[in-house]
Every structure is written in C-alpha cells, then in structure tokens.
C-alpha cells in the first residue's frame, strides 16, 4: 500500500519535532474518528469465531521485503492463528481488511482495530507503543529485532518507550546473543529466537532470471548479496573488493537510499530489487555471497535473514570480523579488507567441497523459521495467552 499524498505533503511542511509534539493530539483526534458502524460490522464478520487473534502493529509493508513478522505471521497461520498485518500509512476513506493467504489479512488502518477482544499484539518497534492504548484488554509480546540507533530518531524517547515496553509485555524476545543480554537484565524470561529460512521457498526447481545473462558473458566467478542498502553496509569496503577482486563479478539486489555509494565498474551489477520469491533464481546463481556490514553494535546486534538463506543453498559466506556471527561455520569472518578480499577467493574453493556445504545446509536446517515459532508458542502457552 503507498503512502497517502498528504502524508508526503505533511513530512515536507512539517518538521519532524514539530509532528512529533502534536503526534499525541493527533492519534488522539483520529482514535475518536475512528468508530465507524459500517467498518466495524466488516471487522466482525470476517473475523468471526476466528481465534486466537494476532495483531502486528504498523510499522512494515508486508511485501516489501519478507521479513521476521512475515515469516512470524505465515509460521503462526499454519497453527490456526488469525493474523493481522496491519500497514503504516492510513486510510481513512477505504478500509481494508483484506486476506492475503489463509489466515493472514492486510489492514490499512490499526485504529478500527480497537474493539477487538483481547487479541495478541505483536510489535517490533518502540514507536508502535502508542498504539497499545487503543485496545482495552490484550496480551503484549515485544520482539527486539534491531539496535535501536538504527531508527536514527530522537534515541532518549525511544529507549523510555523500549524500557516501559520491557516491563510491560507478557512476552520479550530478542534477535541476537548481544540484545539477549540487554533484555536479561530486566527480564531473566526473555526468549532468544534467532531469525531463520523457510527452506521450501529456496528448494529447486531455479530459473536463470533474465537480467542475470549479461553476468555471465566474462564468465567470472560471481559474489551476491541482497538485501537493503542502507547506513550499516560499509561502503568502502565494498568499493575496495571490487576494484582489488576485478576477476569477481559482484551482483547486488535490492535499493535504498545509500545504493549510489557503490561505484560503477565493470565487474558490479546493480540489478534492483526483487520480490522475495524470486530471490532463489538468483541465489542458484551465485558462487558465494558475501554480507558486508559494517563491524559495529548495529551488525552485532543482527540476525541477518539472508544469512541463513544464503546457508539453505550451501553457500559460503565472507563477512567482517563480527562477533555474533561467528558461531556459524558457515561463515569466513575478516578482520581487515584485505583479508576479506582473499576469502572470498578461499570461499570459491569452500563451495565446490561437498563436506563444507552440507555443513552450510544443516546450520539453515536447524533455523527454519517453523523451529523458531515453536519455541514462541510454547511460550505463549506458559504465559497464558489468549489461545
């Protein structure tokens, strides 16, 4: 769903201090707007006897890249939750309350949400806190997914509104070793659940995509990444590979805004983004990958995604130095550039070595993303959630 015009309009009028003293008065005006008998009658119909209900609050677009609530959203569908996936830009004028799969609905407006009994709410982000208030009975879980600089806001607010949600979800979870031991520190029953691959979504058959042709034509070994290029990918050493490794083609999918930091050469190919279950074609096709994050507390405090999708094909995959990940063995960690540069070269002889691809498929084996939702149902029964 695309952001509303006069949304776009208000961000460029407004300044972001400014919406964010009047967001109270704002969200406060639309909760009272919100009633409509229409509307809610739709609401009541299509989820009738439908139980247990999960909520996940606006903060994502369900199709714009798949991640850990899509594949929280799928796992939970499968074991007869009702979930709705409600999106960040509001419409007023045309609700929807639309299926997408079996069990898994769209919501274009969380407000109309409000008379729900006592559903599950499902947030990832301290910003979405707000929206707790409008349901009068609910059942919290909390999934601290990223290092909260990385929202790269007012960092004071977000961390009063993380600590209160801390305290106050019926469920915490965290993504990473080093989030896990913050939220220990305020919550000895926090969970660890790392992110995880649906290996079905990158089994055989593969295409060869199209735009991957003009890759192939010098016939040089290929490095892959994908994945959205935003202020933790560490440019330099990107641009510092692929002017040392000129007998490497490196293939990037994906966009974002820091995307023009890559400099052109002939041996880098920008082929855009692609929707998620594509992405195996393109994957078959790759030699090895590489995820070159910055080795920072933001890379530390990540679970990549990709990184076990990646492994779900036997893949090699060269990084820095980044202590959390390196308990995969899948993984060649780098301490400087050039030693990141000669195992890319090392991960070329890895791939063709039976032993150490099987090992790269076990690891995405035992984090399918079905074994990580096992964990959190079992802990929604302890806790007593409304099931």
């Known amino acids: 769903m695309k952001e509303p015009l006069y949304h776009i309009i208000l961000k460029k009028i407004i300044p972001y201090k400014l919406r964010l003293l009047f967001r109270p008065f704002y ?11 229409n ?5 009541t119909s299509t989820l009738k006897d439908k139980k247990p209900i999960l909520v996940f609050l606006p903060i994502l677009e369900w199709d714009l890249f798949f991640q850990r609530p899509q594949h929280f959203l799928v796992e939970l569908s499968k074991r007869g939750f009702t979930c709705i996936f409600c999106t960040p830009f509001f419409s007023h004028n045309n609700f929807e309350l639309k299926e997408v799969q079996e069990n898994i609905y769209l919501c274009n407006n969380v407000l109309y949400l409000k008379n729900l009994t006592n559903p599950i ?33 007012d960092i004071t607010r977000l961390e009063k509104l993380h600590h209160r949600l801390i305290r106050q979800a019926n469920i915490v979870a965290s993504v990473s070793p080093r989030l896990h031991e913050e939220l220990k520190k ?68 994906g ?39 910055k080795n920072d507390s933001l890379a530390n405090a990540a679970s990549p995604v990709k990184l076990f999708e990646f492994f779900s094909l036997g893949k090699p995959v060269v990084t820095l130095d980044i202590p959390s990940w390196k308990q995969y063995v899948g993984i060649l960690p780098s301490k400087t550039y050039q030693e990141f540069a000669q195992n890319l070269y090392k991960a070329l ?31 929604f029964q302890e806790k007593k959630a409304p099931l």
Do not use: H
């Open 349 to 379: 002889i890895l791939a063709k070595n039976k032993r150490f691809i099987a090992l790269c498929k076990n690891i995405a084996q035992n984090n399918t993303w079905s074994k990580k939702i096992d964990v959190l149902v079992e802990k």
């Open 121 to 153: 709410i499902y947030l990832i982000s301290p910003n979405c806190y707000r929206y707790l208030k409008l349901f009068q009975t609910k059942f919290v879980f909390y999934d601290y997914v990223d290092d909260l600089n990385i929202f790269g806001e």
């Open 255 to 293: 966009d974002g805004s820091f995307l023009s930091k890559i400099k052109q050469s002939e041996n880098v190919f920008n082929l855009g983004y692609k929707d998620y279950f594509e992405l195996k074609n393109y994957l078959s096709c790759f030699d090895i990958c590489f995820i070159p994050f």
């Open 27 to 37: 969200y406060f005006i639309l909760e009272n707007l919100s009633f409509n008998k």
């Open 186 to 253: 305020d919550r000895s029953d926090a969970l660890l659940v790392s992110n995880g691959v649906t290996l079905s979504d990158f089994k055989p058959p593969y295409r060869k995509p199209k735009d991957m042709e003009k890759v192939f034509l010098n016939k040089k070994p290929i490095v892959g990444f994908y994945g959205s290029f935003g202020k933790w990918l560490d440019y330099d050493l990107i641009n510092y590979l692929t002017d040392v490794c000129r007998d490497l083609n490196f293939v990037f999918l």
């Open 39 to 43: 509307i809610q009658f739709i609401i």
